[in-house]
């Protein structure tokens, strides 16, 4: 059974409620975030909450292993790694006997509830507990280490889970806490190793962790602009050797000037016998001469600190685990809190348990389309894109200049975002693979009205994937009614067949309005896919645009190193983040950073609202606090300026704290694109194509945009942009992020529910 949420349920307010947290098996970036989200949402619901320290054994071994958490004890906790409440591979927890130890000292301290965080081992340990429960309790009673009564209290454990794993293996979730970090880690080496094979036009065989699970290998193959990969979930056919020999050969005569191989550690033939990279490595060098080296990543990939989204989504979750609790019954079923998209995901227990360790199974039995099914199906189209990116030199002189083939023109309009050239390389690839000749528009729709067009070949875009910035070139500006002409002369000029473009309002603006304008210009009767590309976030039709992601992790860390100047005194800090009038990178920067107070042109400043942050403050600092974390979209109100909120809240601090203001500035629109943002982006070119595709395949001339909802990709006509945006702030009608509002108040002592004054973020 699924469920998954839209929007965040509040908390019922729950004084009599313990509930205990613990982490468990192997570590994972994020876990930290849940653990603090976890704490801070049961006590801003006045429940109360208990660390079990490493893993089960804290409960199996009693006494200190249980600690009561206090608002403070999981303050500056969200930005490391690892978990600080430690983790443990318990062998007591296996046997009954440890189980009864571990139950007897819940009930020592009144905890009927738990929350654990971990894998499907830790999990089906999880679920064993409370199946166990009453007869555990019966045995207490007998023994007399209980009374009756207690037993009587407790007649149940009730569980939620939620899932600490790098490897993103839970059947059922789109993504598991840790898995994020873990692909940054990855793709940045991927990254570092391209630029040193290139200058050697050397090889590189990667090996990436996933036991049974291919995510981290297939997504860094794609992320990572990798030439082949192997994953579990695939074993290659008999003779996959030569195959891959003949790709890399193929990648090279088409201008690549190194190959990767990204390989999972799980990976087999189909015989079963492990694929080891070192022997990868030997067929390279044998078979095509290459100069191979092997890259074992290793436990680096769960290292570190975690990335802006594992921050944000394990805080998200945390909450909802608490909500599981607070709302359980004693006959509520096991849950584990996954995620659908960027909703949560509420999934039975034992079935997303039973599910996860059906794959290995379906793979030693040979049911392999079984296996990547039960990864879902953008597990199973990364797939098909990564092979059709892979091999475009054979398709592309086998299909150019067929019946099918089209001219079809990319371009970038709006404000640079980190993913446009991954766009770029991915639309020109999948384009020239499927036989069309890609044309590139230079500097946006100025450079179109100057006739700026060229065609591009498989080489030219040639190591952009990872590039910041825009190599097309991007321009805000939008035509006026006078280069409307200019641009249809150069469209039938260069006989463009199809348009994409890449880009944020302004992209979309224009091409709403050159369809209300086909009527004098005939030219822009062509189909158009726009494709939403803008760090603010604020595109009709798609819940994520290409380059927030990016712009998200830029803004967190430079917030991690703002705190971390100021620790040694009393400071506040304004942080403004760009977004225009979308609120979404304040907010889940804040969220993700441990903002305590966040303003949003959504819901404005007002004056009453200054008052109260300055008696906030006041208070907490006077309690002593050391830092206090404010975040401001750059327009959340047009007078009230992060200048003027800083002085004002300097002028009332009577000494007790300074304040600084820091504008973030054009770094949140640079970097390399985020293995977030290069999915993102080349998901969304390969449904772009395939729409243009079908459109041109039936004489269309709609202009549409593509967009991602929940997890699904879906496109809308241009025509309906009025009704999808409120013209006036110039953002989307719906924003989903908005309900993660709530959460923020749970977790960032915005509205100070626990009694004693919050001292950290
Ligand atoms: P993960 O949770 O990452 O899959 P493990 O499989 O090592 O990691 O499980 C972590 C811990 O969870 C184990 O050391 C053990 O304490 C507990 N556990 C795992 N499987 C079971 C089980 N079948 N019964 C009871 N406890 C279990």
């Keep these: 059974m699924t469920d998954s949420d839209t929007v965040t349920p509040d908390l019922p307010l729950s004084p009599a409620v313990r509930i205990g947290i613990l982490t468990s098996g192997g570590d994972a970036q994020g876990m930290n975030a849940a653990v603090r989200s976890v704490v801070r949402s049961a006590l801003s619901a006045g429940a109360e909450v208990f660390a079990i320290l490493e893993g089960y054994q804290g409960m199996i071994d009693g006494g200190d292993g249980i600690r009561e958490m206090s608002w403070d004890d999981v303050g500056s906790i969200l930005h490391r790694g690892g978990t600080v409440i430690g983790t443990y591979r318990s062998a007591e927890m296996r046997e009954r006997a440890g189980r009864l130890k571990a139950v007897h000292h819940l009930l020592e301290r009144g905890i009927d509830r738990l929350i654990v965080i971990g894998g499907d081992g830790s999990l089906t340990g999880l679920n064993l507990l409370r199946t166990e429960w009453p007869g555990l309790l019966d045995e207490l009673v007998g023994s007399g280490q209980i009374s009756q009564q207690t037993a009587e209290e407790h007649p149940n454990l009730m569980i939620a889970g939620l899932v600490g794993s790098i490897d993103n293996d839970l059947v059922g979730s789109d993504m598991t806490i840790g898995a994020d970090t873990a692909l940054h880690h990855i793709v940045s080496a991927i990254d570092d190793l391209s630029s040193t094979a290139a200058s050697h036009q050397r090889s590189f065989v990667v090996e990436v962790m996933g036991r049974h699970c291919g995510y981290l290998a297939l997504m860094a193959a794609v992320a990572g602009g990798a030439d082949y990969v192997l994953v579990p979930e695939m074993p290659p056919a008999p003779g996959w050797e030569e195959r891959m020999c003949a790709e890399l050969r193929r990648g090279r005569q088409a201008g690549r000037r190194d190959s990767i191989v990204v390989v999972a550690e799980g990976a087999t033939d189909r015989e079963g016998n492990p694929i080891r990279s070192d022997y990868v490595r030997e067929v390279l060098t044998d078979r095509l001469g290459e100069d191979t080296r092997v890259t074992i990543l290793g436990h680096v990939q769960r290292g570190g600190k975690p990335s802006a989204y594992d921050r944000w989504a394990s805080t998200l979750q945390g909450y909802h685990a608490v909500h599981e609790l607070l709302t359980a019954t004693p006959d509520s079923p096991g849950r584990v809190i996954g995620t659908c998209g960027n909703r949560v995901r509420r999934l039975d227990l034992m079935t997303a348990v039973h599910d996860t360790q059906q794959v290995p199974v379906l793979i030693k039995e040979g049911r392999y389309d079984e296996a990547m099914a039960m990864r879902g199906s953008s597990f199973t189209e990364m797939d098909a894109i990564f092979t059709e990116l892979s091999e475009p030199a054979r398709t592309a002189a086998e299909l150019s200049g067929g019946p099918d083939s089209k001219r079809i023109a990319i ?153 971390e100047s100021g620790i040694a005194s009393r400071r506040c800090f304004v942080v403004e983040t760009m977004g225009k009038t979308c609120g979404y990178l304040a907010l889940m920067s804040g969220i993700a950073a441990g903002a305590e107070r966040i303003y949003l042109n959504e819901e404005g400043i007002s004056l009453d609202d200054l008052a109260h942050d300055v008696h906030w403050l006041r208070e907490s600092f006077g309690n002593g606090r050391r830092i206090f974390l404010a975040v401001r979209n750059e327009t959340a109100s047009q007078n009230y300026t992060t200048d003027f909120i800083a002085k004002v809240l300097e002028e009332e601090s009577h000494g007790m704290y300074d304040v600084r203001q820091v504008v973030l500035g054009h770094i949140q629109q640079g970097g390399s694109p985020s293995p977030f943002d290069r999915l993102l982006a080349t998901q969304f070119s390969y449904h772009a194509l395939n729409l243009l595709d079908e459109l041109l395949a039936t004489d269309r001339d709609d202009a549409c945009c593509i967009g991602l909802s929940e997890s699904e990709i879906q496109s809308n006509n241009m025509l309906l942009m009025p009704s999808l945006v409120d013209v006036g702030t110039r953002r989307p009608r719906e924003q989903w992020w908005l309900h993660l509002r709530k959460v923020a108040h749970a977790v960032s002592d915005e509205v100070r529910q626990p009694p004693n004054p919050s001292q950290s973020a």
């Design 411 to 563: 371009m970038h309009a709006g404000g640079p975002a980190p993913g446009m050239n991954t766009a770029a390389q991915a639309l020109a690839r999948l384009g020239i693979s499927r036989g069309h000749t890609m044309l590139g528009i230079r500097n946006g729709f100025v450079g179109l009205a100057k006739g700026d067009i060229g065609e591009l070949t498989w080489e030219d875009v040639e190591g952009w994937t990872g590039e910041g910035g825009a190599e097309l070139g991007t321009r805000r500006e939008m035509p006026g009614t006078g280069e409307l002409y200019a641009i249809s002369r150069a469209l039938e000029d260069a006989r463009v067949d199809g348009l994409i473009v890449v880009g944020g309002y302004a992209a979309y603006d224009t091409v709403h309005c050159m369809t209300t304008e086909r009527d004098r210009y005939p030219a822009f009767h062509i189909p158009t896919v726009c494709l939403p590309a803008s760090i603010d976030n604020n595109l009709p039709g798609s819940e994520f645009s290409i380059g927030a992601d990016t712009a998200l992790n830029v803004i967190v860390d430079a917030m991690d190193k703002i705190k």
